[in-house]
């Protein structure tokens, strides 16, 4: 029990800053040597090194025949050849069913305290996962350390939090005392907090960490077992959070099996096994709708997803154009679109956009927008870094299927050289205008460095095509620049309908990619971009069942 | 805004009851002429009696040519010829999303203040609810007043508190507040809980208002509009409820719309028609479990049900095992086991019941709970008020199948005589003995005033059977009775896992049946038996989406 003890504090701040809601992170964001040593950087770096081209013998969940990987390095196109053991979903099951009569007894505060060990200790391999990263999702080395270690870090935690203090929110017990005119009539009632049964984590090959830690350790702190099955192109980075929980239970005595690795090949896919699964009741996806819609229908499951979704950036007017465009430009090309945050149908009035130095075309927009980006780009200290490189070879394609036909090209996408790795996979933000009546062309989800600018009548059709796209193909993040608060307020009224969250003219450090642990709701759960909000208390209650007891006092 | 202040303390306090979970009730159950005053039940009769044969005009909902009814009192078994404005189900949602627009932009204090004054209003008519409910439901007068009036407005005001706590468990702003080294990051943040949309909610025949005003109030407080679909049986009750709430919405200056009642018939039912129109997005359910199945599984929706399950009792040791029968008895009797609560399968071990004089065989157990039946069915003091009148024919019909050909018989049911309705639809209880192994026999829920009473190997064989019902069936209560505290635990954690609550050795005046406002979650959502679980916080937080705004701080 020294980690209840060790551990109290932490949880408690963490369920605190869940309800201020202000800036608040337990892990610092920043790679900074002063933080985390001089050494870490180079260490972790290392440490990724030697991983590749070897066996991944850290986890503790038993022996395994075979061992399988297909992770390839977005930056050298290369396999990483690295191996990890795999089981059939059969010998998965079998083994968290076993555990999970274990850890459903545990107590809340002892789990707990067990799951932000394991991110403690994390916090000492924050700088391998980041290489890892970087080398399966294509991330640039900051947002590769920033999302897979501190951000994901602060997501568990948060659910850890969540889930803490929806499971000690009711008393354990109490003596029901109801005054029955000549007598009392006592009950002594008991509540149990009872796990669901088996979670199985479905992860994402861009966010193989962020993505997956919450609803990890949302379904543990709440008592269940939990698979987790990485995307079989992004496994290392949650590998070391699996490894490093299954070293701590062993520690505690428990069985590591609580929480296991459930890798499998490109070949060789058992998703679908293990969710069909009956044993299996709690399901996390992040993915394409496609799949998630499957998961969402399955009978008898707790299911939450994050599926795809159209985002827009709704242009009214704005202080300063060249602020607002140089925003827009670092949020599409960050990563090179490859966040589900990331602004995708910018509307843009055909009247143009009103600022303090007279009205800005749609054309003059266009041409700065497209400038801006070829800038960000051609910068040989911040293109290559903030594009990163291309997860997916799909996603290349899709860029050069769009390049042509579908509207006028205001910036065509080409390849940016990266200094460190001549042969990464890169593509470079391709920008297109279409014009309002065109639906088609932009009623679905382009994933990857793609920016369709939609010529719009006024402000009104902006917010009414985008509440569409909302409602219609889901949506997690708006972009919105007015000077007019009448203009603001209904903006937000009718993306609020559309379960989009809005940020306000944003300009400087601060992109509508970026939803904050302990404060932002990360997808509403509202529209069909995902049914889960990360922060939303339903996001852990759901994973539990209130049983209560009663017996008459003697 | 004076209705904020008056009810503020209301609000707080069943708030922090529903915290404390120990006894607490808003409204007194007891009909007692001190509480309510001296003329309050006869004036309650009257006003029934004065609505009978007539037009329900106090509904606010605006003009229809179209009147309908087709209660019939299971008393007289003769049609009340109420009749009631009907609308097609596009006038109810047409008018519901009109005032949608202006119910979900009323505060939260005002939407809660407005509920808990409809409840006040209500409460002056508990007295004519209960002879509604007893000539719609077939309720005995105590349970009638009890369930439709007090424990019904209690339930509600509960769904307010809890939903007015959710609402404002976070904060409405804050600035977010990043140190970033040399500068600070601010955003000022906004959330606003949005609501779903309309809400329709489903009423059944045995519990009119109970079973319905949870559901309506949550939605209501989150800010969804509502259509209350009562069951054409037992519509009166709950259009007390709505006529009330209509008249202060009105006199508050809002759309009395922004609750409607939507009343059908036998002959034209428009529930499914209401439950699939894409602009419901919350649906609340009492009901059979075909028709809940449906439901839950519509796209799209949030949908809240209690359906039917296979309750037990599992009986391995007692103190005094005549107190036990007694209780049992009594449980299986109250409303001629019409309650979703009541006991069903009674797993008794072939080797008998411990006690401390000596083992009580099976069939003396059989014996002594056949007499104990028969005896206060003969008492004409206590029979014909516990046990009511048969609201649907088809119990009677359900309960002669089964008199014979499905297992042994040791208590054949019969008719009771009520000494003020001569023409009262009645069915004594139906005890049967089956053997364990004839399964099919006790795999479904059976309705009405039938028990089954199931020789079990062993006590782990009657846990065993009572948890497998529960995950196939769905269970809504389970009473056990054991002086062994091993035992007892492990039944308590058996039916856990099953999301079966336990009330463990009850005797004298307490129930299996009774699940207590503020304190018992009502249907635990973790079996078939429904998804939904009254005073769970998932219960309210479902129907609403948290939206986040933010925009730097200049």
Request: negative net charge.
């Amino acid at each position: 029990m020294k980690l209840v003890a060790k551990h109290k504090p932490i949880i408690e701040r963490a369920i605190q800053a869940i309800h201020e809601r202000t800036f608040f992170a337990q892990y610092p964001e920043h790679p900074s040597p002063k933080i985390y040593g001089e050494d870490a950087d180079k260490n972790g770096r290392e440490a990724f090194q030697n991983k590749v081209g070897k066996k991944f013998k850290e986890l503790l969940q038993g022996d395994s025949d075979n061992w399988v990987g297909d992770e390839e390095s977005p930056y050298m196109q290369d396999p990483l050849h690295i191996t990890y053991p795999s089981y059939t979903p059969e010998e998965l099951i079998t083994k968290a069913d076993k555990a999970f009569h274990q850890w459903r007894k545990i107590k809340a505060d002892l789990r707990a305290a067990i799951l932000v060990e394991s991110l403690e200790r994390v916090k000492n391999r924050f700088f391998e996962i980041a290489y890892a990263t970087m080398h399966t999702t294509g991330q640039g080395y900051m947002m590769a350390f920033q999302a897979s270690g501190p951000h994901a870090a602060d997501r568990a935690l948060e659910a850890i939090a969540m889930g803490y203090e929806e499971l000690t929110r009711f008393p354990e017990s109490v003596v029901w005392d109801k005054p029955m005119g000549k007598y009392n009539l006592k009950l002594a009632k008991e509540w149990r907090a009872i796990a669901k049964g088996i979670g199985v984590v479905i992860g994402c090959s861009t966010f193989p960490t962020w993505n997956s830690v919450p609803g990890m350790y949302a379904s543990l702190v709440t008592g269940n077992p939990v698979i987790i099955k990485p995307h079989p192109g992004a496994i290392l980075p949650i590998a070391i959070f699996v490894a490093e929980l299954q070293k701590i239970l062993k520690e505690e005595g428990l069985d590591p099996n609580i929480c296991q690795l459930g890798v499998d090949s490109f070949s060789n896919m058992i998703t679908k096994e293990l969710a069909e699964d009956n044993r299996v009741k709690v399901i996390d996806y992040t993915g394409n709708s496609a799949f998630g819609d499957y998961l969402e229908g399955l009978k008898g499951k707790f299911v939450f997803t994050e599926k795809t979704g159209v985002n827009s950036a709704i242009i009214d007017s704005a202080e300063d154009i060249d602020k607002v465009i140089g925003n827009l430009a670092f949020s599409l090309s960050l990563y090179s679109g490859q966040m589900c945050t990331a602004p995708q149908n910018f509307y843009i009035p055909a009247s143009g956009i009103k600022t303090p130095n007279g009205v800005v075309s749609f054309d003059e927009f266009a041409q700065k927008f497209a400038d801006n980006i070829k800038g960000l780009v051609a910068n040989p200290k911040a293109g290559p870094f903030v594009l990163g490189a291309i997860q997916n070879k799909n996603t290349c394609t899709r860029v050069e299927k769009f390049s042509s036909g579908t509207g006028k090209v205001w910036l065509s996408s080409g390849e940016v050289e990266n200094p460190m790795f001549k042969n990464a996979r890169t593509a470079t933000p391709l920008v297109l205008e279409v014009d309002a009546q065109d639906t088609a062309a932009f009623s679905q989800e382009l994933f990857g460095p793609i920016a369709l600018l939609i010529k719009t009548k006024n402000t009104a059709q902006s917010v009414a095509l985008a509440k569409e796209m909302a409602l219609a193909h889901g949506a997690i993040s708006c972009a919105a620049y007015s000077t007019d608060d009448e203009t603001k307020e209904m903006i937000a009224d009718e993306m609020s309908l559309a379960a989009t969250p809005v940020s306000f003219n944003l300009t400087g450090g601060i992109y509508v990619n970026q939803h904050a642990g302990f404060s932002d709701f990360h997808v509403t759960g509202g529209n069909p971009a995902g049914n889960a909000s990360f922060t939303n208390p339903e996001y852990v209650i759901k994973r539990f069942t209130w049983v209560g007891f009663r017996e008459p006092v003697k």
